[in-house]
RNA sequence: GCGCCCGUAGCUCAGUUGGAUAGAGCACCAGCCUUCUAAGCUGGCGGUCGCAGGUUCGACUCCUGCCGGGCGCGCCA
């Protein structure tokens, strides 16, 4: 509809411009918004306004020539000028009418639009490090991350859902180390557990299967692992070195093939799980990616030779360098270090490489707010090797802060203190989840108050939705005992009987669906699906509270049937993009 | 110190690429179940849109400066 009138409109201006009443090439485009005050009509239009000072024309006095130049259409009754300049659009209640009927015959497919024309996307979120479960601040980024995906395919998008797994870092080999210590002691082995190893419940449930399949096979003595090792904090030595020393005696002590064995097995049962935990809560992905296959291809030192042939790259103090301040960085880079082991950003910028390689036309990647910093190196570096910066998106979305009895909790996965969200989607369910997760913009800042998700969770907007759709198919069941049948033909042919405000207010809500979902994927906003749906569901409800739908009169009650079979259908496929069930009854 | 994000009702947040009278939920107050599910509906209370300038027909929205909060500034990932 709104389409519609745009093209009214603009072949309006071409009109003008064909008899040299408006000058061409004034490069405005037209926009029609939804007007906020019925008094306003349905659409306006603020194009008079926004020419008016390049034409030299009064705003009024211009758009009273637009509006004579308005090809006829069937769907408007009344178009007129207000305010400053504003055309104001009436339509027909025919107009709005046929959504219903659109909407009865599309039902699943209702509200998708080719906006993407088939474009290629991909969209790539959470990639936690798998060195421990997922925590709620990851949760946010997962529920933000599926919806976007969603809501772009259904908007003519080709959306490649995808997970990086940062299997090759440095995190991971403390994850193996810790494991290994946990197995050690249940080996009996007797030693002080390092400060900066990873301390939480699941390191010794890895660790006991590690001990249950192997017995004492990978058992060395504690004397000899921590024999003149550099020591650690509580010691007085430094942590972070007490432990990259205690990593190269494990990997030493152990061999490469058996400390990899212990490494794949912490990989393996954390990777599980958290695919397992994404899976239960209708996050799926279409490839998870692995940082260590990306390396052992060769893709880091392609990307290297790449940025060594673009000329931005140097030596110094032992190290490679990338200079991404020739693109705007604060600093330059690392790529190679001195002990000649390349950086986590070599890595990045060969997986960013790959996947503009890889066909996308877009990339997006969803981080958290706390790598905000990272996002000018890897652009940098797609500039200097000749690809567009343009393609890549970085949507940073700011961590949820947890409160819990009104103090806040950290979240850390190194200490093992922090609420995971299989802890939350089992308090609060994973509709109510991945509900409230979308509710706010990403970069809005999340206060998540845990005792409020728990003890109040049927205040939480997903029920109000849920609702809606359950009272209509309650109607139905109602129908039945009191031997009324539906039938939709009749109702389709008798759709000017809804007359009444709140008919024509849903139904005025129900024909935005595809305007909200294409704004939703452009902006890559799913909040506004959300809020949408918390609005169409208030119609519903006034709806359902001022006028009864099984009335005697058969065209009346048939009608008033499809409009709310289309309410329904709505709902179900605004839902199901969110990753939220439709019960058929609470 | 520099950079990014945020600041809207008591609380949590929307505000449709600058539009007409700034909205919702929660909380609070008053009503509505012999009629399709009261997880609902109706009405009320509640605001210097952080502060001060600027841009223009028009600013919560854009620009500048300040104030306040979050995050980041490694040869970690």
Redesign the pocket.
């Known amino acids: 509809m709104k389409h519609h009138i745009e093209n009214l409109i603009t072949s309006a201006l071409a009109g003008l411009e064909a008899t040299g009443a408006l000058p061409s090439g004034h490069g405005a485009?037209v926009?029609v918004?939804?007007?906020?005050?019925k008094?306003?009509g349905d659409f306006?239009c603020?194009i008079a306004?926004?020419l008016a000072?390049q034409v030299r024309a009064k705003p009024r006095e211009l758009a009273e020539k637009i509006i004579k130049a308005l090809p006829a259409s069937g769907k408007i009754t009344k178009v007129e000028i207000?305010?400053?300049g504003?055309i104001?659009f009436f339509l027909s209640p025919s107009a709005y009418h046929s959504v219903v009927r659109d909407i009865l015959e599309k039902r699943g497919t209702f509200g998708h639009s080719r906006m993407g024309a088939g474009r290629k996307v991909q969209v790539e979120f959470v990639s936690a490090?798998p060195t421990g479960p997922l925590h709620v601040g990851h949760g946010r980024g997962a529920a933000y991350g599926a919806t976007l995906a969603n809501l772009l395919d259904k908007v003519g998008y080709q959306v490649h859902r995808e997970y990086y797994i940062?299997d090759?870092?440095?995190?991971m080999d403390i994850l193996a180390t810790s494991v290994w210590l946990r197995y050690l002691e249940l080996c009996g082995e007797k030693f002080d557990f390092p400060v900066n190893g990873y301390k939480g419940d699941y390191v010794y449930d890895i660790g006991a299967t590690l001990h249950r399949e192997n017995g004492d096979k990978y058992r060395q003595a504690a004397g000899k692992i921590f024999e003149d090792l550099l020591p650690d904090e509580p010691q007085g030595g430094d942590k972070?070195t007490h432990i990259d020393a205690l990593i190269e005696r494990a990997k030493s002590l152990l061999g490469t093939a058996n400390y990899r064995k212990v490494f794949d097995l912490g990989l393996k049962v954390i990777l599980d799980d958290i695919r397992q935990d994404l899976e239960e809560f209708g996050v799926n992905y279409d490839q998870w990616y692995s940082e260590r296959a990306l390396v052992e291809s060769g893709a880091a030192d392609r990307a290297i030779a790449r940025l060594k042939k673009s000329g931005h790259v140097y030596e110094?103090?032992?190290?490679l360098w990338f200079r991404s301040t020739d693109y705007g960085d604060?600093?330059d880079?690392?790529l190679v270090?001195?002990?000649g082991?390349k950086?986590?950003?070599a890595h990045d910028i060969a997986y960013h490489m790959d996947k503009l390689e890889r066909g996308n036309d877009q990339v997006i990647d969803i981080w958290g707010?706390?790598?905000?910093?990272?996002v000018p190196r890897i652009k940098a570096a797609l500039a200097a090797i000749g690809d567009n910066p343009e393609r890549l998106h970085v949507l940073?979305v700011?961590?949820a802060i947890l409160y819990q009895g009104g103090e806040r909790m950290q979240m850390s996965t190194r200490s093992g203190e922090f609420v995971t969200l299989r802890e939350l989607r089992d308090e609060v369910g994973n509709d109510a989840a991945r509900f409230f997760y979308v509710?706010?913009?990403c970069?809005?800042?999340?206060?998540f108050d845990l005792d409020l998700a728990k003890s109040q969770s049927?205040?939480n907007?997903v029920?109000?939705v849920q609702?809606a759709h359950?009272?209509i198919?309650?109607?139905f069941?109602?129908m039945q005992e009191k031997g009324f049948q539906h039938d939709p033909a009749n109702g389709d042919r008798h759709l000017v009987r809804l007359t009444e405000t709140h008919e024509i207010t849903l139904i005025q809500r129900l024909a935005r669906y595809p305007d909200i979902l294409e704004?939703a994927a452009r902006d890559h906003?799913p909040?506004?699906l959300a809020?949408y749906l918390?609005e169409l569901a208030?119609d519903f409800?006034?709806y359902?509270?001022?006028?009864?739908?099984?009335v005697d009169d058969p065209a009346l009650r048939d009608a008033r049937l499809n409009l709310i079979v289309a309410t329904r259908q709505v709902i179900a496929n605004g839902l199901q993009l969110l990753g939220v069930s439709a019960p058929e009854?609470?």
């Open positions: 485009t926009t918004d939804h007007t906020k005050s008094e306003h306006a603020n306004l926004v000072k207000a305010g400053p504003f104001n490090n940062n090759a870092g440095r995190q972070e110094k103090d032992g190290a604060e600093k880079r690392v270090r001195e002990n082991q950086t986590y950003f707010a706390d790598h905000h910093g990272y940073l700011q961590f509710l706010r913009r970069e809005q800042h999340m206060d049927n205040d907007p029920f109000y609702y359950a009272r198919h309650s109607v069941r109602q704004a906003e909040h506004q809020y918390r208030y409800h006034t359902y509270g001022t006028h009864t739908f099984l009854s609470m």
